[in-house]
């Protein structure tokens, strides 16, 4: 039970939300911007305006976007900062079977989905994919790093805050 009065997202929650989200951004700017030269694809608004087809760039950076999403699901099962985040998950059918039906509507999706989804007519690549998961992956090692930052960052300021209550009750009883 939760007070009504009290936020909906916790303080670890935005934590959670601005680190994921911050990841989530540095990948896909990074590529939007540098992807074409760093994979060796065209960029995606030339490919789209010249050739009039669905590039490979974008819908790399769809299924990018898309994986980094189911895998922070994972992490979002956790919102107290657990190293384990895999813990109890075999108890769940229900959020294991909603991630494996998203990851194989996302697999349709991007290699058949063509002009309906908006994504290249061929698909992707097995290079791509591997990336693409590989990005995605990455959300649960920054989730972790996002835990350890917030523990230590949690202590100091509560380390502090504590100091500056002492500080504050001795001048009280120091003036009365």
Request: charged fraction near 20%; hydrophobic fraction near 45%; proline fraction near 2%.
């Amino acid at each position: 039970p939760v007070n009504r009065s009290k936020s909906i997202i916790t303080e670890r929650m935005w934590g959670n939300l601005l680190g994921q989200a911050s990841y989530q951004l540095t990948v896909i700017m990074f590529l939007l911007f540098k992807g074409p030269d760093v994979f060796g694809f065209e960029f995606g608004d030339y490919v789209e305006k010249t050739y009039d087809e669905n590039s490979i760039h974008y819908t790399f950076i769809f299924n990018s976007f898309v994986w980094m999403q189911l895998f922070n699901e994972i992490n979002s099962r956790s919102l107290q900062g657990e190293f384990n985040i895999f813990r109890g998950i075999e108890r769940n059918p229900l959020f294991c079977g909603i991630l494996v039906a998203s990851a194989a509507l996302q697999v349709v999706m991007v290699e058949f989905g063509g002009k309906a989804m908006h994504v290249s007519e061929n698909g992707l690549d097995a290079e791509l994919w591997g990336y693409s998961i590989a990005f995605g992956f990455g959300s649960l090692p920054v989730q972790q790093v996002i835990n350890v930052i917030y523990t230590g960052l949690h202590r100091i300021y509560s380390k502090r805050r504590a100091r500056l209550q002492a500080e504050a009750s001795r001048r009280r009883v120091s003036s009365s």
